[in-house]
């Protein structure tokens, strides 16, 4: 399967509609993820460093724990909610309606046709909606800051700049490339070795969500401990 | 011509089909009859390719078909037309994008000349173009569905053998008329070798003289209907059931009305 994801044709038409559905499809769940987590993150940390006289420091924590761990993990974990369940669905339903076969049977490889535009997308998605959704969550602690924390609006954005650096925006970055990867693998192999007709559909979507959402939880965890503090003195 | 010899094939452990061989003639028309579950439908995959047997060759006009490579494979597979159970048409795609899929993808006509094939070949299988071409496939009855698919696969190859997997399963009697009428319009005026796929008697009575019956993965006939209808062996008997009462009356409708 991966040997037939690279190499010619490429389907750029596909690729563009998937970026479409898959991109423009999670925007408004992304924002709201992103909104009320960064809201609620910021209430609960504001409230916890006030009793230590540190409100001052939401924005330093806000900016560290959204931008390594928060956004890329919540979209992360929403992606593979929303588009694992549909490729899984999708390309199952095409292989017990022999869709696949057919398209085989005109010389088409299903999955350079299929997975490879998915894959793609992901790629290119999930980064892309992850700075979305750090952008938003941001903003959200911020709207907590002014109106809950009572933080100056100069402070709190002084802080998240201050915590903004290469290292913090190249962890943010590396993470939902890696999390692309899992949801485009783990659903289009769901997809295309469904068995059992409807019910098989169903059963395999279900793993496809529950196996990347639990991936990408244990693949932060095994980044965040062990290849990023080897990193340290690079970035 | 397709050559079949001592073909087994499974799935895991299971055994799907056991040491099978038979030829089909360059323009024979030849119909795969057994019970769900003997092993019909595998044969046809076997011929397009999309399995490999565990053991023995399948030969496509003296090509073994078992040794080539996915892209020789898929070369061969523009000879093969293929009308799979249900039609398996594209449900995202409209009835013109299903018809024309191979044209697109293949090659780089404009679409105004997809659309103007599309409409003939809508045409030859006795559609309504003007009518189906924008509709989705869910939109159309089973007939028009398995009509659109055919209609597909003329357009997508240039056939020399067509494959039909249960053309008639589910439709009602006017659409399997108008189906086994389009299978034998096909078989005469192109000259191609027909394989059709099927447990329906009647249907299989009207596409061809030869039948074929398979019995958990054995071939267990390979004749002609007076063959079949005077078959002893129990496997054979027992698939035509209460059918073989009436076989003459059939015949004298269908067989031997020059079909």
Redesign the interface.
Known sequence: MVASLFGRPIYIAETMEQMYLIGIGSLFLVVLTGLFSGQGFAIAFANELSDFGAKDYLGRIMSLAIVRELGPTLTGLMMAARVASGITAEIGAMKS???L??M??????PIKKIAAPRLITLIVMVPAMTVICDAVAIFGAWLIAIFHAHISSTMYWAAIRERLVFGNIFIGLVKPVVFSLVIAFISCYKGFTSEGGTKGVGQATTDSVVMSSITILITNFVFTKFFFPMLRGYL | MIEFRNIDFGYDEKLVLRDVSFDIDPTESVVIMGPSGSGKSTVL?LI?G?ECPQRGEIRIDGRNICVMK?KDK??L??S?G?V???G????SRTVGENVG??LI??TGLSWQEIERRVREMLGFVGLDASEIIDKLPEELSGGMQRRVAIGRALL??DPKIMLYDEPTTGLDPQSTENVLTLINKLTRERSISTVVVTHQIADALGVAKRFIVIHEGEVAFDGDFVGLRDCRDDRVRNFLGPFRASMDLVAEKKFMNGV
């Not at chain 2, 398996?88 to 449900?91: E, G, I, S």
């Open positions: 309606s022999n869709q076969d057919a085989r049977s005109f010389g088409i490889d | 995959r397009l999309l996915e898929q070369e597979r523009k093969i293929m799979f159970q249900d398996a048409l594209f449900d899929y191979y993808e293949h997508s190859t």
